[in-house]
């Protein structure tokens, strides 16, 4: 089994920053890519940013300048830097991974964190 613990979300206004954390634990055996995905009110699950094992990222076009995605492999942590904040940013955050955990390759979802950017 594997564990996602996030941290960082909260309220703040807009033009501002935080910084999303997310840990895995458990039994990883080695990580392909971890991400972070938001979902509004209302609307589907989107995908933020994300980043592979060999540091290959992918943002949606709505955080791109804005935010980075960026990881460390020795403690199986991604983090999610997040600038010049929006109100449309406001959403849960998720943070996802794709990993193997010695018998199979497997998908994990965080408990989400809310961010809320007022204006």
């Known amino acids: 089994q594997v564990q996602l613990v996030e941290s960082g979300g909260g309220l703040v206004q807009a033009g501002g920053s935080l910084r999303l954390s997310c840990a895995a634990s458990?039994?990883?055996?080695?990580?392909?890519?971890m991400g972070w995905y938001r979902q509004a009110p209302g609307k589907q699950r989107e995908l933020v940013a994300r980043?592979?094992?060999?540091?290959?990222?992918n943002y949606a076009d709505s955080v791109k300048g804005r935010f980075t995605i960026s990881r460390d492999n020795a403690k199986n942590t991604v983090y999610l830097q997040m600038n010049s904040l929006k109100p449309e940013d406001t959403a849960v955050y998720y943070c996802?991974?794709?990993?193997?955990?010695?018998?199979?390759?497997?998908?994990?979802w965080g408990q989400g964190t809310q961010v809320t950017v007022s204006s």
């Open positions: 980043i592979t094992s060999g540091e290959s990222t």
């Open positions: 458990g039994s990883i055996f080695s990580i392909y890519a």
């Open positions: 996802n991974t794709d990993l193997y955990d010695g018998n199979r390759r497997s998908n994990y």
